[in-house]
């Protein structure tokens, strides 16, 4: 079975503050895509970055980063410069052709 | 906004009922999906569609149906609900190998 694990099911952050979110994978492939998806409150499900694992470069989308660690199947998200329209569910997407499957998602709350 | 429609968003029936929730996209994804997303917030894929008259039941078994005749629609149908289908259901869709999912805002079913 493919699994995607996200350990943290809450955090916190101040306002303007750096998080980084875990996620680690687990696959047998080589070729594949690991995703980044927020869910805020009572809101649609939307894309927050994307990350080839051919690719070494790590992604970023402009306050959003990734840390892909492929031989430790590790991709973790780091939000620069928290804001309060943050809040949301994140969850971790691992792709490895046919579907995505999910982690159980980490609930972020930024405060002021 | 994503182009991707699901009706009803809230959904509130009685046991035994027959229910179809509706998802239609704009955007000629040729790749369809149903997602059950439960109370701790988890999802689980339950049907997907490579395209018309194609459907493949998802990681998560599920007593629902699903059909594809059009491309731009894929309905989802509960013939006898129960409590225990009580969820939110997320339609989402996708063209090419990327699987980069967009989605619908979901439907909220609650089965008394």
């Known amino acids: 079975a493919q699994t995607v694990t996200q350990s943290q099911p809450e955090m916190s952050v101040q306002e303007a503050e750096t998080v980084t979110l875990s996620c680690t994978y687990d696959?047998?492939?080589?070729?594949?895509?690991l995703f980044w998806y927020k869910q805020p409150p009572s809101r649609q499900m939307i894309l927050v970055i994307r990350q080839e694992a051919y690719k070494q470069q790590n992604a970023t989308e402009n306050r959003f980063s990734v840390n892909f660690q492929k031989a430790a199947k590790s991709f973790s998200l780091k939000i620069s410069d928290s804001q309060l329209g943050d809040t949301a569910m994140y969850f971790c997407?691992?792709?490895?052709?046919?579907?995505?499957?999910f982690g159980k998602g980490t609930s972020l709350l930024v405060t002021p | 906004e994503a182009d991707i429609y699901q009706t009803p968003r809230y959904l509130v029936i009685g046991t035994g009922k027959k229910i179809t929730l509706e998802c239609s996209q704009t955007m000629g994804h040729d790749k369809m999906y149903w997602y059950q997303q439960d109370p701790g917030m988890e999802l689980h894929l339950i049907h997907y569609s490579y395209g018309v008259n194609s459907t493949e039941k998802g990681d998560l078994s599920s007593e629902s149906t699903v059909s594809r005749i059009r491309t731009e629609h894929f309905p989802l149908t509960l013939e006898s609900a129960r409590p225990s289908h009580t969820s939110q259901y997320l339609c989402a869709s996708t063209r090419g190998e990327a699987n980069v999912l967009t989605f619908g805002a979901g439907s909220r079913l609650t089965v008394l």
């Open positions: 997407a691992f792709s490895p052709g046919y579907a995505l499957n």
């Open positions: 696959t047998s492939e080589n070729n594949y895509y």
